[in-house]
DNA sequence: TATTGTTATACTCTATAACTATA
DNA sequence: TATAGTTATAGAGTATAACAATA
């Protein structure tokens, strides 16, 4: 198993795997590729890029999307509670529950015991949507995971994960 | 060894630890915590915001560092070399170095090789800053990393880095 | 009083086309 | 012709304040 050096950066954990874009002009990038945040950024730069080409036929971006599955999945919610399960401001999903409204994917029906809120619901057309979406989701999430096994996959989810909640419970 | 169940998720590795902004209104987030782009995202979201708060005395957000880093790193490289680099566009570089030079951190001397492009470098100005942000940096990285043990960090960046790789180099 | 959805708004980030000066 | 830096600009994404309706 070649590939996997150990960490020369200035912070433990930084293998030095030289970057595609480091490398391309040749620049020293230890600095950047030992901090977390700017090896996320990169990460998810190409994950987005595939996501977005891929997404491109049926019009959805990876927000749209978050939106559509939780709608799916919770079915009855309100725009706020959505809006903070995908980490975006209330006034901001207003516009894009317009939009997805507009596309007669999604309905917003006045909820019975708080007439301030809406039930947000898939029509019809916003569930075959998203049946043909699971599908391309599969495949880009393939193709990203592609060079890990399981495991590190697993192990992957697992340590994004403890950083958030240690982060987001802990406060600072 | 509590924590770290088995996967539930449409995909392999999504371990239900119950994403805090879930948990929050109860919602079900399956569907969107299999997904590694929506993962990264609320990761990289809470890191951002440790990141920002720390340099917030500093006046430097974290593309900003990002180039301080490299050209001191890299001193005499070209604008788009450290652009590319940092993975934005060259014109939008333009602006950041019009304002790294404003405050004085940074300096534009003119190639003598090739007279179209500038030689970045520090001022003394900016190596001092730098040299306070790397202290700033080193605590945002450990705080970020507190829940990981050294060994988790270097899987972490492992991965990451395998599928950036794997993504940049593959095409599609 | 507090909350839901909304409007208006502003600021950052990102992307592209087109110019200039050099090569 | 091609490239480095630049300008202008437009589109996303994100954040806050303030309002009406309802609780």
Redesign the interface.
């Known amino acids: 198993m070649m590939n ?1 050096s150990e ?1 020369k950066g ?6 030095q ?1 030289e ?4 490398a ?2 040749g ?25 977005v ?1 891929r997404f491109d036929a049926l019009d959805l971006r ?1 927000i749209q999307l ?1 939106a559509l ?2 709608i ?3 079915p009855g ?1 309100r725009q706020s ?2 809006a ?2 995908l ?1 975006i401001q209330r006034p901001n999903f207003v516009t894009m529950m317009d939009e997805l409204d507009r596309r007669g994917l999604t309905q917003r029906t006045t909820s019975n015991n708080d007439r301030r809120s809406y039930s947000l619901g898939l029509t019809p057309q916003g569930e075959a949507l998203v049946n043909r979406a ?1 599908q391309l ?2 495949e880009h ?1 393939a ?6 096994d ?1 495991n ?18 802990g406060g ?1």
């Not at 200035?10 to 293998?15: L, V």
């Not at 697993?154 to 240690?166: K, P, V």
């Open positions: 996997r960490p200035p912070f433990p954990g930084s293998e795997t970057t595609e874009a480091s391309a002009a620049l020293n990038n230890e600095a950047l590729d030992s901090i977390l945040l700017f090896t996320l950024r990169k990460t998810q730069a190409v994950i987005m890029q595939d996501f080409s990876p978050g599955l939780l799916r999945s919770n919610s509670d959505i903070a399960a980490g699971l989701l599969a999430e193709f990203v995971s592609s060079r890990l399981p590190e996959r697993r192990q992957l989810f697992a340590n994004l994960n403890r950083i958030e909640s240690g982060l987001t419970s600072r």
